[in-house]
């Protein structure tokens, strides 16, 4: 069974799909690291993230692992440098949306991410366009939101835990401004899928959102 779980940036879905994960012992797939490491690669290598043909050619070629350690912990590798911490930065925040505008770069991701299924015929899977475009078969679909304010503060909470201190306010700006840039891009934008079962986190603790997605998928 394959559980997507979509939503907007900082929205709690790493949390809620990792915990899912663990309770009903599913692979647990998060595809924001995918796309985050290949903007780690291009800033490294000092590629202008706005051309396409240069980023693509990353993308195809970068061989990017997820590894798993116990209970849903993984470690991210591309080009078997161990990028897990580093593509949370800042920096790598700010750049990813532009690279996970790249029709060509989401074709090369997306194959590999579909290409999971067939190792694990159970995933949680995490993203923007899971339910969409990534496995719109999925049996069960997720969408999560939360309002901007809740969700800055989230994103400033874990941030400072990696030693990144910054204003709610600008945590706040950089998640609107990220969300608009994924929602409004052509190809598979940031969107709700049709069938999917919308839950607003802002004001329910991360077990109450588990337990209402344990009892979908018990439905499903
Ligand atoms: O979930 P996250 O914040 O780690 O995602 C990082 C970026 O990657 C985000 O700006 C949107 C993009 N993304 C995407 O376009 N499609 C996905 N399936 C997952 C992430």
């Known amino acids: 069974m394959i559980i997507a779980i979509d939503g907007p940036a900082a929205s709690g879905k790493s949390t809620v799909a990792r915990e899912v994960a663990k309770r009903l012992g599913y692979k647990y797939i998060d595809t924001g690291a995918m796309y985050r490491a290949v903007t780690w690669k291009a800033l490294k290598e000092k590629i202008d993230i706005t051309k396409a043909d240069a980023i693509t050619a990353l993308a195809r070629g970068a061989d990017i692992e997820i590894t798993d350690l116990k209970d849903t912990q993984y470690r991210v590798f591309i080009d078997g440098e161990d990028v897990t911490e580093a593509i949370r930065s800042p920096k790598v925040s700010a ?60 994103r400033q909470r874990e941030l400072k835990e990696k030693g990144h201190k910054l204003e709610v306010t600008t945590v706040e700006r950089d998640i609107i401004t990220r969300d608009k840039i994924d929602a409004t891009r052509i190809t598979s934008p940031l969107a709700k899928a049709p069938d999917a079962y919308v839950i607003d986190t802002t004001d329910k603790t991360i077990g109450q959102v588990v337990q209402l997605i344990i009892n979908l998928v018990k439905k499903s």
Do not use: C, H
């Open 95 to 154: 750049a990813v949306s532009t690279i996970a505008k790249i029709g060509r770069v989401r074709t090369a991701l997306v194959k590999k991410q579909r290409s999971y299924a067939d190792t694990y015929p159970n995933m949680v899977v995490e993203g923007r366009d899971i339910g969409t475009v990534v496995f719109p078969d999925a049996e069960a679909k997720v969408f999560l939101t939360a309002s901007p304010i809740e969700r800055a503060k989230r």
